[in-house]
Structures are given as structure tokens and as C-alpha cells.
């Protein structure tokens, strides 16, 4: 940066003011030098010292992607989890597996897979149709948007996490509970997700997500069990409320 005495030279011909980095003067034409003059060293180095650093600390970023956001990452989890469901009933469909020892009914009795197992496991009919796609399309919405932001340890974990935590908490207020699908997992996932815009809206900041479209989608899962009883309405407010916390957790990580 030049000092206060260099912000500006006096064209010798016409008498104005002109910038000291120009060879001529842009009012008369008058050629002041050769050569315009160069940048100090000091200012060179500390903008190559900003370009480093944020070479650095952003990483090696390619042409479309945004810091903190992995945008060329396919969501390989939440395919997983989707493919897991949708090819475990078709399986089902066929008979060639056997859901009775993977579905949440009644006591574990040491059968501690079942709580693994039964958020991939759906029923038959239309209802049963109705709850699976409107669950595993929640997986796939707002599990492909944590997935971007926070990979796919994230979302693998909340799911089971969620899953475990609401069959064993329906295990402990039922006597024999009947608990399938993926309610739970998807109703953690959405809430981990709108977490950080809900605590933006309530400090009353700008943000980008749709709040009032994840709270429809948030009322349907909360809905299906009134049309299908196994769609446990206590494990899937325990997700939730799980993946509330979470969603808090990581946004405080975040904006530290």
C-alpha cells in the first residue's frame, strides 16, 4: 500500500491529480514514465501468504465444489441404506427370506440383531407401501444432504443410533412391542439436519434450508401410526429427539 504522500502525483503538464501506479496521464496524455511502478514487497508477500493459506485450509477444491460442502462425494451411505430396504423386500416379496426372526415383535430374548435388522424390514399392502416410501424417501432427502456436509460415518451411525435407541426405548414401555421400518432413523436424520437452520432462524439469521418442507415431511412420519401400528410413534420421536441433539452438537462443532 503507498503512503499518504504517494496516494496521488501531479501531472506536470495539466496539474491534476492522477493515480502513481499509470504511465500517462488520463486527461491530457501527458507521459509521466516508463513503466508503472511495482507493487511493494511487503504486500506481494503477504497476498501470496493469503493464497497458501487458504490453499491450506480449504484443500484442494475442484471446479464446482464449495469449501466445507463435498460436492463431487456420491452419498454412498444413504444409497446403501435405501438399497438395503428396497432389496430386503423384495427378497421378502419372494420368499426367499424369512422375516421372523428380523422384525421387533414382542421380548429380544438375547435376539439383540433384531434392533439392527428390523428398520429395513416393511410389510405388504398399501399402507405398508405408503410407509416404506414415504420413510425411505426421508433417508434419501435429508440423508444425502448430512451425508454432503458431514459424511457418511455420520449418517451410518445416526441411523443405527436411532434405530437401536427407539426399539429399546418402545422395548421398555411395551410389553410386547411391535416395532419395523425405519421411522425412527428418518425422523433422526431430518432433525439433524434442520438443527442448524432452526438455530439460525431463532438468532434470526439467513438460512438457505426449508424448514417448513421438512416440517410436512416431519408430519407424515410422525403420522403413519395411525396407519400402520408397527410404525412406533415412541421410537420415532426418539429418534428425533436424538437426532436434535446431534443436529445441535454438530453445529456448535461447526461454528467453533
Wanted: hydrophobic share 50%.
Amino acid at each position: 500500500m503507498p503512503s499518504g504522500a504517494d496516494l496521488f502525483v501531479v501531472c506536470k503538464k495539466c496539474g491534476s491529480e492522477v493515480s502513481p501506479y499509470v504511465t500517462e496521464c488520463p486527461y491530457c496524455g501527458n507521459r509521466l514514465r516508463r513503466r508503472a511502478p511495482k507493487l511493494p514487497r511487503e504486500g506481494r508477500s503477504r497476498s501470496i501468504g493469503l493464497r497458501l493459506w487458504r490453499r491450506r485450509s480449504l484443500g484442494r477444491l475442484r471446479r464446482g465444489e464449495i469449501a466445507g460442502v463435498r460436492a463431487d462425494s456420491p452419498p454412498y451411505a444413504t444409497v446403501a441404506l435405501v438399497a438395503g430396504s428396497c432389496g430386503l423386500w423384495i427378497a421378502s416379496q419372494g420368499d426367499y427370506v424369512s422375516l421372523g426372526k428380523l422384525i421387533l415383535a414382542g421380548p429380544l430374548h438375547g435376539d439383540w440383531w433384531r434392533l439392527l435388522t428390523s428398520p429395513f424390514v416393511y410389510g405388504s399392502g398399501f399402507s405398508a407401501g405408503l410407509f416404506m416410501f414415504a420413510t425411505l424417501l426421508a433417508i434419501a432427502i435429508f440423508g444425502w444432504l448430512l451425508e454432503r456436509h458431514h459424511g457418511p460415518i455420520v449418517v451410518l451411525a445416526l441411523f443405527f443410533a436411532a434405530s437401536v435407541t427407539g426399539g429399546l426405548a418402545a422395548e421398555a414401555v411395551y410389553a410386547s412391542p411391535v416395532v419395523t421400518g425405519a421411522n425412527a432413523a428418518a425422523l433422526a436424520l431430518l432433525a439433524a439436519w434442520a438443527a442448524s437452520d432452526l438455530l439460525t432462524a431463532r438468532e434470526g439469521g439467513y438460512y438457505e434450508g426449508d424448514l417448513l418442507g421438512a416440517a410436512a415431511i416431519a408430519v407424515v412420519l410422525l403420522a403413519m401410526p395411525f396407519a400402520r401400528p408397527e410404525a412406533s410413534w415412541l421410537a420415532g420421536v426418539t429418534g428425533g429427539v436424538l437426532g436434535l441433539l446431534l443436529g445441535l452438537g454438530l453445529s456448535k462443532v461447526r461454528t467453533a
